[in-house]
């Protein structure tokens, strides 16, 4: 069974910073691509970052300059440094990965909370 399993996520003062981490087992996956979305009360779930097998990384513009993920592939995990949090970066953060090839897959994590306030 596919898990990914999230932490890192919780209270911060604007200006602050949180690193989230997810680790993905229950099956080899081959080439994929690890990203991280969010989704804030209201609004659709977006794509926050995300990296492939290959580490050629890609950001929200919102983020950019602020944000940085990484990944281990031996381990399967990807990581999100997210530095000078800012109110609107709060939201539910969720980890995916998604296969590369045919069939594509989709995993998602189960979300981890990220509040920026005082």
């Known amino acids: 069974q596919v898990q990914l399993v999230e932490s890192g996520g919780g209270l911060v003062q604007p200006g602050g910073s949180l690193r989230l981490s997810c680790a993905a087992s229950g099956r080899s996956f081959g080439a994929n691509t690890m990203a991280w979305y969010r989704q804030a009360p209201g609004k659709a779930r977006e794509l926050v970052a995300a990296i492939t097998s290959g580490e050629i990384t890609s950001y929200a513009d919102s983020v950019k300059g602020r944000f940085t993920i990484s990944r281990d592939n031996a381990e399967n995990t990807v990581d999100l440094q997210m530095n000078s949090l800012k109110l609107d970066d709060t939201a539910v953060y969720y980890c995916?990965?998604?296969?590369?090839?045919?069939?594509?897959?989709?995993?998602w994590g189960q979300g981890t909370q990220v509040t920026v306030g005082s």
């Open positions: 995916n990965l998604r296969t590369v090839g045919v069939p594509t897959y989709d995993y």
